[in-house]
């Protein structure tokens, strides 16, 4: 495995639709799939998806966000070609930060409840449901797959701060009533 280095803002790839992966099997995208797990553990990430490490390709990864019932550590969920539907029509206001972008955090309205579907490391079909963080990581990841960086979708640039001000914008959420709609 190795530490891939991550796409900073302005960087083209990080504006390109990626393409499908293919055969998920191939060794490149074993390799891949590996460096991008230990690339987000090292930057401590939540999520990654493969432009971020310059690969223009349909894959993202994701650290699950509830334990293993039985206390073991999860391994990370990796996505091929994923497709992300709204449950509902609820949507709720959340901060978030992107490895990309370093040092900013913005609040973002997304859905609530998606449902997710793709294929795994192996190539079969999976899916499940997603709420709370884990539904908004993956539509954050997915939006990395489509050129979308979390900035184009904040309703209103006013709320977005430096790590360092976070306090303050979470404050300022609070006082302004956002949250669910």
């Known amino acids: 495995m190795t530490?891939?280095?991550?796409?900073?803002?302005?960087?083209?790839?990080?504006?390109?639709?990626?393409?499908?992966?293919?055969?998920?099997?191939?060794?490149?995208?074993?390799?891949?799939?590996?460096?991008?797990?230990?690339?987000?553990?090292?930057?401590?990430?939540?999520?990654?998806?493969?432009?971020?490490?310059?690969?223009?390709?349909?894959?993202?990864v994701a650290l699950p966000v509830r334990p293993d019932p039985g206390g073991e550590v999860a391994a990370p969920l990796v996505i091929v070609d994923p497709e992300l539907s709204p449950l509902d029509g609820e949507e709720e206001d959340g901060v978030e930060g992107c490895l990309s972008i370093p040092g900013l955090r913005g609040v973002v309205r997304r859905w609530r409840r998606v449902a997710w579907r793709g294929r795994d490391r192996d190539g079969g079909p999976i899916g499940g449901t997603a709420d709370g963080l884990l539904a908004r990581v993956l539509q954050h990841e997915v939006d990395h797959l489509d050129g979308i960086l979390y900035p184009m979708r904040m309703h209103d640039l006013g709320l977005l701060a430096m790590d360092s001000e976070l306090a303050h914008l979470q404050a300022r959420m609070l006082s302004e009533g956002n949250g669910t709609r």
């Open 3 to 60: 530490l891939r280095k991550i796409a900073r803002l302005g960087h083209p790839v990080l504006r390109t639709r990626a393409a499908p992966v293919g055969d998920p099997t191939r060794s490149e995208i074993v390799r891949l799939v590996a460096d991008m797990i230990e690339t987000m553990h090292d930057a401590g990430g939540v999520g990654l998806a493969a432009p971020q490490v310059y690969e223009p390709l349909r894959l993202v």
